[in-house]
């Protein structure tokens, strides 16, 4: 399988937000690396194999802030 590289745009505003956003990205199947900017718009990375970016997306809508926003999904050649 192609590796992938996930943006989501989540607000990162406290500890326990914070806790429960890296929760769900690094649960999901294929969940390679998980990296967090801080800034104007807080973003998350993931890295992993067929790791599913809308249902990631939905999960964090649903689970910890309304506004998640699905910023890109690109291949990672090797």
């Known amino acids: 399988m192609v590796q992938q590289k996930i943006v989501i745009e989540v607000p990162l505003h406290c500890a326990k937000c914070k806790k429960k956003i890296l929760k769900i990205c690094t649960t999901a199947k294929g969940f390679m690396s998980l ?4 800034g104007e718009e807080d973003r998350v990375e993931i890295i992993g194999e067929g790791v599913d970016a809308a249902r990631i997306t939905e999960r964090l809508r649903e689970k910890v802030n309304k506004y998640a926003k699905l910023v890109r999904v690109t291949k990672i050649e090797e």
């Open 35 to 38: 990296t967090t900017h801080r």
